[in-house]
């Protein structure tokens, strides 16, 4: 495999790992949050939020960062705050819409497949504007 190649799967494999990691700790955020009594969206945030933090140190630092060192500046997490916002804004609208129509526990199992449905737009987001 040429360098690129070998840098993209790379940077994959670990945003993958990256990804489960938050994953994990929103859907925990969000169900624990909304299990006691936090309506949908705002439990939503607290879980992205919960995530962002988690995922914007662990990619800056392992996933995109060049020859293992972070570069993380203030331009990085300007530019990490307002994919996010945009990415939340889509994941708290369609999860609310689930909740909505279907359910609680329906926006709950749904979560995972919106997040990885986010992710996979996320990974070009990141990759090519905000760790650049």
Avoid at 20 to 34: E, G, N, W, Y
Avoid at 90 to 114: D, E, F
């Amino acid at each position: 495999m040429n360098r690129l190649a070998t840098v993209l799967t790379r940077q994959i494999l670990v945003f993958l790992l990256v990804g489960a990691a938050q994953l994990a700790l929103d859907s925990t955020v969000f169900i624990c949050s909304t299990a006691l009594g936090v309506s949908v969206v705002p439990g939503k945030l607290l879980g992205r939020v919960s995530g962002a933090i988690l995922g914007y140190w662990l990619n800056g630092r392992y996933t995109f960062a060049e020859n293992g060192v972070a570069r993380l500046s203030g331009r990085h997490l300007r530019r990490f705050v307002i994919a996010w916002l945009c990415l939340t804004a889509i994941s708290a609208t369609l999860l609310y819409v689930i909740a909505a129509r279907v359910g609680l526990h329906a926006a709950w199992w749904a979560n995972p497949l919106v997040e990885a449905f986010l992710a996979a737009i996320g990974f070009v987001v990141w990759r090519q504007w905000v760790y650049r």
